[in-house]
């Protein structure tokens, strides 16, 4: 790994600086990174004849845990009442990866690595945007190193995803299939239900009412910059230029539906 809990400077915790809203978000995404073991099996599971891709994947999977760590101690910090382990719990109960599929739900392995690219597209650019939006020293610095490791894990899925291209001919047509459908998917119950577990639990859950919660605030840190960036990485996991006139008009596109599902949401929630 590159950097350890060590590494952080957790001593420069600044409890003024700390917006609660902000908190209630991390602590959700403690839930989904620390959870990145369950995938791993998913993953190894497709790729059952590809020992390479699977060492890698383990390899993913524990920094991925790793992020969780980092994001539950500076949660904890910032919410000393926060249980970890029961909200962990509680998550993992209610939600289920498919442990025991031995295909892609997404109908091939290219298709597969594709959606992984899409993930660490959302996942790298959020913590970049964090990192930009807040003032509290020790976040900025976890959100720092996360996001440098997601845009890692971008890499590593997309250079595979080049070798299973060449042998499964995936269309141009399935490539940006795959990818509408898992951007689609960012506000499913996966976030949804690690906001709800992490913050309380209480109540039945409701997948609107957490999605709602939950993307008001996390959208709320996106600026243009970060939402072309994002467009472009997955304009290029789809194969279509990530600099041309169609990228800047969908990143275009892209802010505009974030900028105002944010302003709709900040206005339902007040």
Excluded at 246 to 253: I, V, Y
Aim: proline fraction near 3%; charge should be neutral.
């Amino acid at each position: 790994m590159a950097w350890t809990l060590d590494d952080i400077p957790w001593d420069r915790f600044d409890p003024i600086k700390v917006d609660p809203e902000t908190v209630k978000v991390v602590k959700a995404a403690s839930l989904v990174e620390h959870n990145g073991e369950d995938y791993a099996v998913y993953l190894c599971n497709v790729f059952a004849d590809d020992p390479a891709f699977q060492q890698a994947a383990r390899r993913w999977a524990r920094e991925e845990v790793q992020h969780g760590r980092a994001l539950r101690r500076w949660a904890e910090l910032a919410d000393p009442a926060f249980d970890f382990d029961t909200a962990f719990r509680r998550f993992t109960d209610g939600f289920k990866l498919p442990l025991d599929a031995e295909e892609s739900v997404r109908g091939s392995r290219a298709g597969e690595l594709i959606a992984r690219c899409i993930v660490e597209t959302g996942t790298s650019s959020w913590y970049t945007a964090i990192k930009d939006g807040t003032d509290e020293p020790v976040l900025h610095e976890i959100c720092r190193r996360i996001a440098a490791d997601e845009l890692r894990h971008y890499k590593l899925f997309y250079a595979n995803l080049q070798r299973y291209l060449e042998a499964e001919r995936l269309t141009g047509w399935g490539r940006l299939r795959v990818a509408a459908g898992r951007v689609a998917e960012s506000e499913d119950d996966e976030l949804a239900y690690a906001y709800y577990a992490a913050n309380g639990g209480i109540g039945a859950y409701d997948r609107r009412t957490c999605s709602r919660a939950y993307a008001s605030r996390a959208y709320a840190f996106y600026k243009p910059h970060h939402v072309e960036r994002g467009m472009a990485m997955i304009f290029k996991a789809v194969g279509l230029d990530p600099q041309g006139k169609l990228h800047r008009f969908a990143a275009s596109l892209a802010w505009r539906f974030i900028d105002y599902r944010t302003k709709t949401l900040s206005k339902q929630a007040a």
